[in-house]
């Protein structure tokens, strides 16, 4: 019988980190994954010499230097620095919304022109809110950036994304993007950025190096052979007897909450993205990671080639074929991935009584995106760890 101190269900971003920091701590850990690999939404697979992230495209930012220089003590990150470009109509718009953006919407060259021009455009806006704040998307779009900017680059793409029209989506959607007035394409204001050195399944694998792991195993199947002796000791009989049988003091679960309380208030929603690969006879097929496809036209979102997340210059031509993949934002039904958690009040509240339950278990740790509902970057779900682990 082997003794560990945590299972871990999950073998994501929450579930690697947890499992090195308990190691470090002198605890032991068993890693399980329903999914035939580990690394769960940042794993990636290489086809034709180039990590394709198989669940949508992944850059670490931070500006939190204990985190980054986390991530950068398992695995040394490039200097990879996202700056998507639109396509609305064949036209093209450097994002986030800046000089260049600026210039290529209407030809003004001086922050002060351009300016003007967005002033110009916010007061029409303002002025239809008469004094009230923004209610939707919409109308929060139009008071930041104006209608030519929310009718090119933001109205197609986010009714896609989210599937609704932006007139019933909430306005804090749209408050992250920022509007600059230099000429600088880099999406993210954080002080650090990059994609790790070799890929991301080299931080996993130095995550969980020296820890048991095991995938394609599924949680709620096992549980189905588990016995809790009257110390509270949890017992499991592997069912196929591929593992000896296990014992062990906590779970930590980083899967669906509602899942884990066998839905018995009704089902959290999602929404999810097809991924459409391609592997091309070209090297060099859109000459950035991530081309956003803005007008509503256009079935998928964005295009991305995942080869420019981790070569540059040279290293391009030298691998001489490429892989796209082109992302399609669907409704979630039961099977499909759950991707981005739709926080609308009845989603909410739903959760919330789930956390309620959750609040009362004494030997449950619920971390992660799933099992805390929540629209979580990698860098916070990495700082989380760590603060369970100085706290403790
Ligand atoms: P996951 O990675 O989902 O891991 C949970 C694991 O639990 C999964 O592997 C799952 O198979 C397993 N599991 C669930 N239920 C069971 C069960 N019953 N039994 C066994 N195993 C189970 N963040 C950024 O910082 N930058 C980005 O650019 C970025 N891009 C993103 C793009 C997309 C399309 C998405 C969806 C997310 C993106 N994120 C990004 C967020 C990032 O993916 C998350 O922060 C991170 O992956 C969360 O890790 P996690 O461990 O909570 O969840
Ligand atoms: N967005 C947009 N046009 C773009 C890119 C983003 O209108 O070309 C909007 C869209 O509503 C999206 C939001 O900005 O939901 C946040 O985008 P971001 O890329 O930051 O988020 P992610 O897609 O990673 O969740």
């Known amino acids: 019988m082997k003794r560990y101190d945590y299972l871990i ?3 994501g971003l929450f579930g690697a980190v947890f499992a090195y920091c308990a190691r470090k701590a002198g605890k032991t850990c068993l890693v399980i994954d329903k999914r035939p690999h580990l690394g769960g939404n940042i794993y990636c697979e290489n086809i034709e010499g180039i990590n394709v992230h198989k669940y949508g495209a992944h850059i670490f930012h931070t500006s939190d230097k204990e985190v980054w220089d986390f991530v950068n003590s398992i695995v040394e990150f490039n200097r990879y620095t996202n700056s998507p470009v639109a ?11 800046n000089m260049n953006t600026f210039y290529q919407m209407w030809g003004v060259m001086t922050p002060d022109e351009a300016k003007a021009r967005i002033e110009e455009q916010k007061a029409e806006a303002l002025a239809m809110l008469d004094g009230r704040e923004p209610a939707n998307l919409e109308e929060q779009a139009l008071t930041l950036v104006g209608r030519d900017i929310y009718e090119r ?14 007139t019933e989506l909430p306005a804090f959607i749209i408050r992250r993007l920022p509007v600059r007035m230099v000429f600088d394409n880099n999406y ?15 931080l996993i694998d130095g995550l969980l190096e020296d820890t048991d792991t095991i995938i394609s195993t599924d949680f709620f199947e096992l549980k189905r052979h588990e016995t809790v002796e009257d110390d509270g000791t949890r017992t499991i009989a592997f069912p196929d007897g591929c593992m000896e049988a296990i014992n062990y003091d906590r779970l930590v679960f980083t899967g669906k909450i509602d899942e884990f309380y066998d839905y018995r208030y009704g089902k959290l929603e999602y ?11 070209t090297p060099n097929y859109q000459g950035n990671a991530v081309v956003n496809y803005t007008e509503r036209e256009v079935p998928y979102t964005r295009v991305i080639e995942h080869k420019h997340f981790e070569m540059f210059g040279e290293e391009i031509g030298k691998c001489t074929r490429t892989v796209i993949s082109k992302e399609y ?30 609040d009362k278990e004494t030997d449950v740790i619920f971390g ?10 990698m860098a916070p779900i990495v700082k989380k760890v760590l603060a369970m682990f100085k706290q403790a």
Do not use: H
Request: net charge positive.
């Open 271 to 281: 929404r999810t993205v097809r991924f459409e690969e391609e592997v091309l006879d």
């Open 368 to 377: 992660g995106r799933l099992a805390e509902y929540k629209y979580y970057d």
């Open 153 to 166: 680059l933001i109205k197609g793409y986010t009714e896609k994304q989210w599937g609704r029209p932006c």
């Open 188 to 202: 993210f204001n954080d002080s650090y950025q990059g994609i790790p050195i070799g890929g991301y399944n080299k």
């Open 329 to 358: 934002s669907t409704e979630w039904t039961d099977g499909m991935e759950p991707y981005y958690p739709v926080n609308n009040e009845r989603n909410n509240r739903l959760y919330q009584k789930y956390r309620e339950l959750a």
């Open 87 to 97: 396509n609305f109509k064949g036209k093209l718009y450097n994002l986030p919304f």
């Open 9 to 11: 269900v999950g073998a």
